[in-house]
């Protein structure tokens, strides 16, 4: 329903005015992300409920035939079958992490109406005014930071990632750093 009601507002806004005009607009920006991402998350768990179904029919079709199997045919029909469900469970893998990657945005995106509704508060005003102030040094001070870091976990992938199960892989060396922290 808040959906719903949300688009109907955002056409009537869009017809009374040039679409540049009104993309230019943070709040109507905002609130056309959060439409977007809310369809983008309703699709993405949609097509993990029908991975799961497939997965389940196919889970019964890779138990009927082992039950007469024994010794290597069996172990021949698990192999084959492990590659098959690699094969078509990826996507569904892949679906669940884009899931919650869209629930992380979804959310960051669902407090920024909240924070120009504080702007009624004079001290949440002032403290807002203060953070859009320093907006600039803030995003300066991010990339710097998570160019260093990424510099110092790709170091430890590099020199210590062979001794080290912790650093074996970037994405652990990442890890690791983060831990650090």
């Excluded at 109507?28 to 369809?39: E, P, Q, R, S, Y």
């Excluded at 996507?91 to 919650?100: D, I, N, Y």
Aim: aromatic share 12%; hydrophobic share 55%.
């Amino acid at each position: 329903y808040i959906t719903a009601a949300k688009v109907v507002s955002l056409i009537a806004a869009m017809r009374a005015q040039a679409l540049r005009v009104f993309l230019m607009d943070v709040r109507h920006m905002v609130d056309t992300c959060l439409i977007a991402g809310g369809w983008i998350a309703v699709m993405l768990e949609v097509m993990e409920i029908l991975r799961a179904r497939s997965f389940i029919s196919s889970y019964a079709a890779y138990l009927e035939p082992r039950s007469g199997l024994s010794g290597p045919a069996l172990k021949e029909h698990d192999e084959r079958w492990v590659e098959r469900f690699c094969r078509e469970q990826n996507p569904l893998f892949e679906a669940s992490h884009a899931l919650l990657d869209m629930a992380f945005l979804y959310h960051i995106l669902l407090v920024l109406p909240l924070l120009t509704a504080t702007s009624g508060d004079s001290r949440l005003a002032l403290t807002l005014r203060t953070l859009w102030i320093c907006l600039s040094d803030l995003l300066h001070f991010a990339f710097i930071f998570v160019v260093i870091f990424v510099a110092y976990a790709m170091s430890g992938y590099f020199m210590l990632g062979s001794r080290f199960a912790e650093l074996s892989s970037i994405h652990k060396s990442i890890a690791q750093c983060l831990q650090i922290i």
